[in-house]
């Protein structure tokens, strides 16, 4: 496609459930990332997919969340047994290999309320 | 872990003024970009700075690395409304890196 896709835009999920957030990267783009936005701060690095691979997931907060991209192309991150501190905008990017001087393409991100 | 930060936190001005947001680490970093996030979106790419002292401009903004490349600065000469926004800097730590580090950015609001 010609952007990032996201979905679902928003997600409104009750402590302790199971979230699946998803994201179509641009095609051909061979990297993906996630990043997670809290409110007033700026994206911090959850992990990164290069094609099927996951090459860093230091970012990731807990072992309740997971991330994939089982045919390299669509990445889907999981948030198991939800907690307030969840509750975040989570974004997705993705980029050619090694060209950093075009940087990232986000998605608009979803928006997911733990209450 | 590098950090970014960003200042002003916040900033509030008229139609027609002249700004200036600062970024700066106390680590080197072998790029600088710099983003524009509007709300319910993601952020998008404005520029990308490499060499030490260079300066980019792009219409009204003006961008800037450090000598050092440990900083950056944006400066918006005659702001719009539609220059509003949160504005994020971002770097790659190292010339293998591929991971962004973002500053918290500074949220503009230009006042018609």
């Known amino acids: 496609g010609a952007g990032v896709s996201q979905s679902p835009r928003y997600k409104v999920a009750k402590r302790g459930q199971d979230v699946a957030l998803r994201c179509d990267p641009i095609?051909?783009?061979?990297?993906l990332f996630w990043y997670q936005q809290a409110l007033g701060q700026g994206p911090e690095f959850l992990t990164y997919?290069?094609?099927?691979?996951?090459?860093?997931k230091s970012g990731l907060p807990s072992d309740r969340f997971f991330a994939e991209r089982p045919e390299g192309s669509v990445s889907t991150l999981k948030i198991q047994r939800t907690q307030q501190e969840d509750s975040a905008v989570y974004l997705c990017?993705?980029?050619?290999?090694?060209?950093?001087?075009?940087?990232?393409?986000f998605g608009s991100g979803t928006r997911l309320t733990v209450v | 872990t590098q950090l970014l930060e960003q200042s002003p936190q916040f900033l509030s001005i008229q139609e027609g003024e002249n700004l200036t947001v600062y970024c700066n680490s106390s680590?080197?970093?072998?790029?600088l970009q710099w983003y524009r996030q509007e709300p319910g979106e993601g952020p998008v790419l404005l520029v990308t700075?490499?060499?030490?002292?260079e300066v980019k401009k792009l219409k009204r903004l003006t961008f800037q690395f450090g000598d050092a490349r440990k900083d950056s600065s944006l400066h918006i000469t005659a702001a719009q409304p539609g220059d509003t926004g949160l504005y994020l800097c971002?770097?790659?730590?190292?010339?293998?890196?591929?991971?962004?580090?973002f500053g918290k950015g500074t949220k503009l609001s230009v006042i018609p």
């Open positions: 700075v490499v060499t030490g002292g």
């Open positions: 095609s051909g783009h061979v990297s």
């Open positions: 997919f290069q094609n099927e691979a996951q090459l860093d």
């Open positions: 680590s080197v970093f072998s790029s």
């Open positions: 971002a770097g790659y730590s190292g010339a293998g890196s591929y991971q962004l580090t």
């Open positions: 990017a993705s980029s050619k290999v090694e060209d950093r001087v075009e940087g990232y393409t």
